[in-house]
């Protein structure tokens, strides 16, 4: 699990308080690519939590990334930027 510690030069999104029913793997990605959504509006990026994975509840947006654009959920977790 990745921690602010372990990357000091990188900032970590931290997900596992939204998240906590979802049963993660690093091998298992789709799963959690199905429940995040990154979405670059502007010069940030918008993160939203799906908490149904496409079903009918609505996304809810959990954080916003100044100044970053076109992350995806894989860049995040080849770099350990992301705890889940």
Known sequence: MAT?????????????DVLPAVPF???EAE???????????GDHTVVSVDPDAGGPAVA??????EG??????QQLLNNIDIAC
């Open 4 to 16: 602010q510690e372990s990357r000091p030069e990188s900032e970590v999104l931290d997900i596992r």
């Open 25 to 27: 793997d690093r091998a």
């Open 31 to 41: 799963i959690l690519g199905a429940s995040l959504i990154f979405k670059t509006e």
């Open 60 to 65: 809810v947006r959990i954080a916003t990334l």
């Open 68 to 73: 970053v654009t076109g992350l995806t959920l």
